[in-house]
């Protein structure tokens, strides 16, 4: 009985959602008050979270809340206009409507095809830990279809690769900008905590 309990344990963590692999690095990342070099995320959990036609991705070390854990938060603008028409494209990354930096001028009432974050929460603690890009580019090769029901395995997975300038948008120095780049490769699993669906 203990056996097979044990293996029902095994079988279990093999499947539970978050998993994936990728990678998120930056040989020299500026975040004021808190770190100043280089940086490796080195994520464990993978997530994704479909509303409407827009796809909100999570690429983070543990699987604690945002709040309290360091990741890159990746939001799709518009999953079947890329499913459709540009997969293996790049697409252009910057700030999410009505987000201007200090000097900026406003952009269009149109969003970026995709807007990228990162967050270390967990790193800075009391400081601001959080970065947005500013510019750059991500191309998928792949991309969830956005339907939490979705039973074909190639539709639930998402492959991306990104390299973009992130700041902080009040921060008006161009020597406090950072290159950052990465790769993440995940399979849609529906289930609590990665994606809140019941």
Excluded at 103 to 116: H, I, N, T
Excluded at 127 to 140: K, P
Excluded at 162 to 182: C, I, M, N
Aim: hydrophobic share 35%; net charge negative; charged share 20%.
């Amino acid at each position: 009985m203990r056996v097979l309990a044990w293996v029902l344990g095994l079988c279990v963590m093999g499947c539970s959602t978050g998993e994936g692999e990728g990678w998120v690095r930056s040989e020299k990342l500026f975040v004021k008050d808190c770190w100043d070099g280089p940086f490796d995320l080195q994520p464990t959990f993978f997530a994704a979270n479909p509303h409407e036609n827009n796809l909100s991705i999570r690429v983070q070390r543990g699987d604690n809340l945002e709040e309290v854990s360091d990741g890159l938060g990746v939001l799709v603008n518009d999953v079947a206009g890329v499913r459709e028409s540009s997969l293996g494209q790049a697409l252009r990354v910057g700030l999410p409507v009505g987000v201007v930096p200090p000097g900026g001028s406003p952009q269009s009432a149109e969003p970026p095809d995709v807007s990228l974050s990162l967050y270390l929460h967990a790193t800075c603690h009391a400081q601001n830990g959080a970065l947005y890009a500013l510019s750059g580019s991500i191309t998928f090769s792949s991309l969830f279809s956005g339907d939490p029901n979705e039973s074909s395995a190639d539709d639930r997975l998402t492959e991306a690769a990104f390299e973009a300038v992130f700041t902080d948008p009040r921060d008006p120095e161009v020597a406090h900008q950072s290159t950052v780049r990465g790769e993440f490769s995940f399979y849609f699993q529906r289930g609590q905590p990665a994606q809140p669906f019941p």
